[in-house]
């Protein structure tokens, strides 16, 4: 049953990845083009903007890879546990790349309300969201390790303790 969902999953990555390579490469240097040519008096901040945007966009791509890391753990492609340190290693770079992105997206949105003074009610409920959401994800992420390192702990003695009972 695990094969099918990993495959599933792989396969959404997948899907991911390459909109994500798109948006870097077609979308994000068009919409700069264009919001530069809209509005002529900001058009200075296009370039450093779309850089946010790849960088964003880089975040998500450098997460994607490590869920596909851990899927290698979870489809049993690998022979180590969630305890090993190259698993933990994957669960740090995608919270580190959720890490990134948040502050990458609320430091362009700050800066954008509060120096360029455009955006309004918009640009602050995409910046609460942002902060909010992000650093949801990223403590998300630190408890789903944290649990899965507790389990882990706690299964082991109880599998020595079957196993004894068992030649007992």
């Known amino acids: 049953m695990i094969g099918p969902v990993v495959l599933a999953l792989r396969l959404c990555l997948v899907l991911l990845g390459v909109g994500a390579l798109a ?7 068009l ?22 945007a790849v960088v964003v966009l880089a975040c998500v791509q450098a997460a994607l890879v490590g869920v596909w890391k851990l899927l290698a753990v979870l489809g049993g492609r690998r022979d180590c546990g969630p305890l090993d340190p ?28 509060s120096w360029v003074g455009v955006g309004g009610p918009f640009a602050l409920v ?8 992000g650093t949801g994800v990223v403590l998300l992420l630190v408890v789903v390790l944290l649990l899965v390192v507790v389990r882990h702990r706690l299964a082991a003695p109880a599998a020595r303790s079957r196993e004894v009972a068992g030649v007992g």
Do not use: F, M
């Not at 948006?23 to 240097?29: A, E, H, K, R, T």
């Not at 698993?87 to 800066?111: E, K, L, Y």
């Open 126 to 133: 995409v910046q609460a969201a942002s902060l909010v959401g």
């Open 23 to 29: 948006g870097q490469v077609l979308y994000v240097p």
């Open 86 to 113: 190259g698993a933990r290693r994957w669960v740090g770079v995608v919270a580190v790349s959720a890490a990134v992105a948040t502050a990458v997206t609320v430091a362009t949105v700050t800066h954008l309300v």
């Open 31 to 52: 919409a700069a083009t264009e919001a530069a040519r809209a509005s002529p008096d900001l058009a200075h901040l296009a370039v450093p903007y779309a850089v946010a």
